[in-house]
């Protein structure tokens, strides 16, 4: 399983984002895509998670009300979309799998895209 996420870069504080993680391929082994952040120094961060089947969304207080995780399972891609982003948001985004009969354990890990919002 390749996770390749993607969409991140530098922007404004009050500005939206959206990033993007590709599966391939997807399946039982990926049945809840995840998303992580790890800011500088800092642990990393659960952001949010979606279910292929079904859509069911969950997030993380910290951004609850400006994060929206989507997926499009006809190109097998989990979008992350944050908006009025503030430099607290600065951070290494990642994107996870978890597998069906465990999806809480994330067992496949993208290689990150870095966000920086500039103040």
């Known amino acids: 399983v390749q996770l390749q996420a993607s969409g991140g870069g530098l922007v404004q504080s009050g500005d939206s984002l959206r990033l993007s993680c590709i599966v391939s391929?997807?399946?039982?082994?990926?049945?809840?895509m995840g998303w992580f952040r790890q800011a500088p120094e800092q642990e990393r961060e659960f952001v949010g998670a979606?279910?292929?089947?079904?859509?069911?969304?969950e997030y993380a207080n910290s951004v609850k009300g400006r994060a929206v995780i989507s997926r499009d399972n006809s190109k097998n891609t989990v979008y992350l979309q944050m908006n009025s982003l503030t430099p607290e948001d600065t951070a290494v985004y990642y994107c996870?799998?978890?597998?069906?009969?465990?999806?809480?354990?994330?067992?496949?890990w993208g290689q990150g895209t870095k966000v920086t919002v500039s103040s």
């Open positions: 979606i279910r292929w089947l079904g859509g069911n969304t």
């Open positions: 996870a799998a978890a597998p069906q009969n465990s999806p809480y354990t994330y067992k496949y």
């Open positions: 391929p997807r399946t039982r082994s990926t049945y809840r």
